[in-house]
């Protein structure tokens, strides 16, 4: 049996609805843009109820072009931007501040305060993770200080946390829950034993009250209200957008590697049911918890990699539209050695570098826009490099990396073979790139019982090229070398 599933795919730029049909085609789309917020330099936030009005306008949209009512959806899966922070009031479901988004930057002296107070080892034994602005708890910590009221608000019971994934259930269906996946990212959730940790509550000072209940990410998390959409449809999947990137690439099996690019980039290995402690500072992190069985995953984060995209379009503008890098980038002097390294919002993986800002090395007279194309094409590459050595250094399973992409920059044919290039391993694009929504979709298809299980649903992936590596390894290695140089002189600390 078969059936059309509802994909929510909220974003951090954008929000997106995609309709599939039972055989896993998309037959309908609806996306809108909001408005990103900066009240100072290194903060970023959103307006929730931009997030929930595009999601209610993009789910409609996706509908009317697949033709389909609400009543012929089998189920919604939802995928989010993770580790956004979100507080609302619990009766009335109203915001009582804008979204702190994963990019936002504000909490760093928190985190070397915590640092400083030796509490890092404790806090990535029990949640595989570091103390980071980039995670949610430090983020509502500084709403909890710095909204007048809201901790004794929060200490009364009277408003709630979540990540985003929370907020649209909540607005959905009434239900308070969260997923394994993204309660994971938020420096309060013990991966080891599957619950929010009272000792992490307690160094945040985060009132146990405020958190929802986690469930698998394939579950019931309710029923949306008839009057939304014109009929009731059950929420039946739940993960973070790189989680559900994992799923959506089918990367079920121990040892299989995916590689998400969007605003930023996220590469993610599965390795099964063992917990892999990182020696190279990236994330011990959960990838899905299906049936009660968890599998584990080590993830590195790139803070920016379609975000230099953008600057080059929006900060610089030199490019009319995205598509137009990978054009400028093919044309560029090969002789000239410019190197990025985009540390516009800090380093993440396996740097950790807060308060590192972003450089260009190597400019000179004759650097124009095709040569700046191409830097920030590479320095993608180069950090997904970084990532890569460090899974390698990490864990014996990671060898013989065949990589499996998505995102909004695998269509460029050149960034996506000079990927394949800088890592000196194959690089899979797939069929249908809208990955993350397809996992989300997956989740909630599967749970209904009209989409295949694991085993079937991977049988259906289908790559459509593969990248080999054609860069002689001279030059490889020399412009890793260059990049090493470059980042080296961007950090701010030694780890």
């Not at 795919?9 to 997106?16: E, L, M, V, W, Y």
């Not at 950090?383 to 065949?402: E, Y």
Request: charged share 20%.
């Amino acid at each position: 049996m078969t059936a059309p599933i509802l994909a929510i795919d909220q974003g951090t730029t954008s929000t997106r609805a995609i309709v599939f049909s039972g055989d896993q085609k998309i037959i309908g789309v609806g996306q809108q843009e909001f408005k990103q917020h900066f009240p100072r330099s290194g903060w970023v936030e959103h307006d929730l109820e931009d997030i929930w009005g595009t999601t209610l306008a993009t789910v409609r949209s996706a509908l009317a072009e697949a033709k389909l009512d609400a009543s012929q959806i089998a189920a919604i899966g939802i995928t989010n931007q993770r580790e956004t922070v979100a507080v609302w009031e619990r009766a009335t479901l109203k915001p009582v501040h804008r979204a702190i988004v994963w990019q936002d930057r504000r909490t760093a002296d928190k985190c070397e305060a915590l640092r400083a107070e030796g509490l890092e080892p404790m806090v990535t034994e029990k949640t595989g993770l570091l103390l980071d602005p980039y995670f949610s708890g430090t983020k509502l910590a500084w709403l909890l200080d710095n909204v007048d009221g809201l901790r004794a608000r929060a200490e009364a019971g009277e408003v709630v946390f979540g990540t985003i994934d929370t907020f649209l259930i909540a607005r959905l269906t009434g239900h308070f829950a969260t997923d394994v996946t993204n309660a994971s990212r938020t420096l309060l959730y013990d991966i080891g034993s599957g619950t929010w940790d009272d000792e992490l509550c307690r160094m945040l000072g985060v009132p146990r009250s405020m958190l929802a209940e986690v469930r698998d990410n394939a579950a019931d998390y309710g029923t949306t209200h008839p009057a939304l959409f014109g009929a009731a449809i059950p929420v039946y999947g739940v993960a973070g957008d790189q989680q559900a990137a994992v799923i959506g690439n089918a990367c079920f099996q121990p040892g299989m590697v995916k590689s998400t690019y969007g605003t930023g980039c996220f590469a993610l290995i599965n390795t099964g049911p063992d917990r892999v402690a990182s020696q190279n500072r990236l994330l011990t992190t959960v990838a899905y918890r299906l049936g009660g069985q968890t599998n584990y995953a080590l993830e590195g984060a790139i803070f920016v990699a379609g975000a230099a995209v953008q600057w080059l379009r929006d900060g610089l503008g030199i490019i009319d539209h995205a598509a137009q890098s990978g054009e400028l980038a093919a044309n560029a002097d090969p002789n000239q050695d410019v190197v990025l390294v985009p540390a516009f919002v800090g380093l993440g993986a396996p740097h950790w570098d807060a308060n590192a800002r972003g450089a260009i090395f190597g400019i000179t007279r004759s650097t124009g826009p095709a040569e700046l194309a191409k830097a920030a094409l590479e320095s993608v590459a180069l950090q997904t490099h970084d990532l890569i050595r460090a899974m390698h250094k990490d864990w014996a399973g990671s060898r013989d990396t065949v990589l499996r992409v998505d995102g909004g920059m695998v269509a460029s044919d050149w960034a996506m073979q000079r990927l394949a290039d800088v890592l000196g391993a194959p690089v899979d694009r797939p069929s249908i790139n809208e990955t993350t929504a397809l996992g989300a979709a997956w989740l909630a298809g599967m749970h209904a019982g009209v989409w295949p299980g694991q085993e079937g649903f991977a049988a259906g992936w289908h790559r459509d090229r593969r990248f080999e590596p054609q860069m002689p390894e001279a030059d490889r290695s020399r412009l890793i070398g260059l990049w090493n140089d470059a980042v080296s002189r961007t950090l701010t600390r030694v780890n």
